[in-house]
């Protein structure tokens, strides 16, 4: 009993130290050691499939069928004194003033959900919810090494090595548009890093060849730099959202304040669409932004689960390592896998999370009906339901302390930001102002 109280920390046990298949174990363990040893990432999809190889190789004669549970799992980590680490993250306190902006986005959209002359009542007014929807632009690393790890428990410092192939500087990005009533309407636009014309014409016969591999669930678009802009948005619009939406509908289409979402060629095209560009406040989209609220991040890891083992499985197919790869084909490769992946991950998550996204719009006030009657169901994280009130949609709370103005407008200190509001007038754009200041924001009347 001694010799157990005056165990170092961490080491005492109780029961036995063996699991029901030890040369399972001590295999798989050993696979591990070598991973972490390399500077790869463990996440439990790869102990998944280890586990199960490991088990054929240790017991080739077993009847018996090994089968990757949760209580096992646990028990082997336990074990082997493994645990899941996490990055540091240093995160910053939400001011609690950045409730005005938030409340203010919501009353723009309820002021413009409100019934013109000549509208019917429909489900948010005079929108249907297949006419509320919102997109982002989210950038997509062809390597995932912001994620987790699984690695020993005490350890001081957890290091994931980079291939050197440069995946891991390769990025891509996705436009994603969700709905109010959860639907999947508008396909992923996927930006790949390549010329937007090519001249050659061995260059265009490998692009076809590539082209005629992707999922058709998931829309591709090469540009030099995979950043979406103004030309990329341009033909989002027309030839993704527009047809997408209701014929002779109203809509209103929630997206950050990014500098060429604002451009008389973007408002034009939306305007001509009859959408109304509900642009979210600086700094509140991790607020008020359903993307970004609930759909980005899970969405992501179900996409790094899914490259994980497709990764795998080219390299039991073909025996070519894509991470380390250095080979001419790879960069095709690769991105026909992404695709792939990403039109797999965007159909599971929109089919059995589909109660998330329209959640999402309620709690965000961006769907609840126009006369108030649902307003209990706002919730934004960080403030407190008595601090969200929505009021009186036709007026904005100007209540902003100095120092909430400074960071989210700092050049321009001396004023309260909402003063620059312009209430009046039929209908109103949350937009950016025409100077280059992504922090500034007002309402401007439409037209």
Request: glycine content about 4%; some cysteine; hydrophobic content about 35%.
């Amino acid at each position: 009993m001694d010799a157990i109280v005056n165990a170092p920390k961490g080491t005492r046990t109780s029961g036995s130290t063996k699991g029901k298949w030890p040369e399972m174990e001590e295999e798989l363990y050993a696979s591990y050691r070598v991973h972490r040893d390399e500077g790869k990432a463990v996440r439990r999809a790869w102990f998944r499939r280890k586990a199960e190889k490991c088990f054929r190789s240790s017991y080739p004669l077993s009847a018996t069928t090994f089968t990757f549970t949760n209580g096992w799992f646990s028990g082997f980590l336990s074990r082997y004194r493994i645990s899941l680490r996490f990055p540091t993250n240093i995160s910053q306190q939400l001011p609690a003033d950045y409730v005005n902006p938030c409340l203010n986005f919501v009353r723009f959209a309820r002021r413009n959900a409100q019934l013109r002359s000549g509208d019917e009542m429909l489900v948010v007014g005079r929108y249907l919810l297949s006419s509320i929807c919102n997109m982002d632009e989210t950038p997509l690393p062809f390597e995932f090494l912001d994620g987790q790890t699984y690695a020993d428990r005490g350890s001081h410092t957890v290091q994931v090595r980079s291939t050197k192939s440069g995946w891991n500087k390769r990025q891509a990005t996705v436009i994603l548009c969700v709905f109010a009533d959860g639907a999947m309407r508008v396909k992923p636009l996927l930006l790949f890093k390549g010329a937007e014309v090519l001249t050659r014409t061995h260059d265009q016969q490998r692009r076809a060849s590539e082209i005629a591999r992707y999922d058709p669930r998931i829309a591709v678009y090469f540009n030099p730099n995979a950043y979406a802009n103004e030309t990329v948005l341009l033909h989002w619009i027309n030839n993704l959202l527009v047809p997408a939406l209701p014929v002779s509908r109203p809509s209103m289409l929630a997206l950050d304040v990014a500098k060429f979402h604002k451009t008389d060629t973007i408002l034009n095209a939306l305007r001509s669409h009859d959408i109304i560009p509900a642009m979210i406040p600086p700094g509140c989209t991790g607020l008020v932004q359903p993307l970004d609220v609930s759909i980005n991040k899970p969405l992501k890891d179900i996409l790094r689960n899914l490259i994980e083992d497709a990764m795998e499985l080219f390299e039991q197919q073909t025996g070519d390592d894509l991470y380390e790869s250095q080979k001419g084909s790879a960069m095709e490769e690769r991105r026909v896998l992404i695709q792939h992946c990403l039109a797999q991950a965007w159909h599971t998550f929109c089919t059995t999370r589909h109660e998330v996204i329209v959640s999402s719009f309620r709690k965000l006030g961006l769907s609840l009906p126009i006369d108030g009657s649902c307003d209990s169901e706002l919730s934004i994280k960080g403030f407190s339901p008595e601090q969200l009130v929505i009021g009186d949609w036709r007026v904005a709370d100007r209540t902003f302390s100095p120092e909430v103005n400074t960071e989210i407008n700092p050049n321009n200190t001396s004023e309260d930001i909402l003063d620059q509001a312009a209430l009046s007038g039929p209908e109103l754009d949350y937009l950016a102002p025409e100077n280059d200041d992504k922090d500034e924001f007002e309402f401007v009347d439409r037209d």
